[in-house]
């Protein structure tokens, strides 16, 4: 299994709001703020993708065709239903950041990655 880290304190997580992109930024694979949503990190390290490529970019069904080859990737690009099921657990106002993570290391594991968070959420 694959490992995939993502770190809380750089990680987008809720809906978007005026306050919540005020503060962290739009939901995106990378913002300007240099915060990421869960599929930004696996765009990062499990795709090989740049921060130059995803940055900006709403999903990583908008990056270009030269895809990494990770099991989520099939002959038409990104497997659309998970990358729509993982966006919106990340975005998901209402869950609790427990419940947010449990459900995003499910998502994961289905397809052989196992998500290890680290580090503390931002104020």
């Avoid at 503060?23 to 765009?43: E, V």
């Avoid at 990056?63 to 002959?75: E, F, H, M, V």
């Amino acid at each position: 299994m694959q490992q995939l880290i993502i770190d809380r304190s750089k990680w987008r997580t809720g809906g978007d709001c005026i306050e919540l992109n005020t503060k962290f930024g739009d939901t995106k694979l990378l913002n300007d703020k240099g915060m990421m949503c869960c599929l930004g990190f696996f765009c990062l390290q499990i795709e090989n993708r740049t921060s130059d490529e995803i940055l900006d970019v709403v999903d990583p069904v908008g990056l270009d065709d030269n895809t990494r080859g990770s099991n989520l990737i099939g002959d038409d690009g990104f497997n659309r239903p998970w990358v729509e099921s993982a966006i919106n657990t990340n975005d998901d106002v209402d869950l609790s950041n427990e419940t947010r993570e449990e459900k995003i290391h499910g998502l994961f594991k289905n397809h052989a990655f196992d998500v290890k968070f680290i580090n503390e959420y931002p104020e």
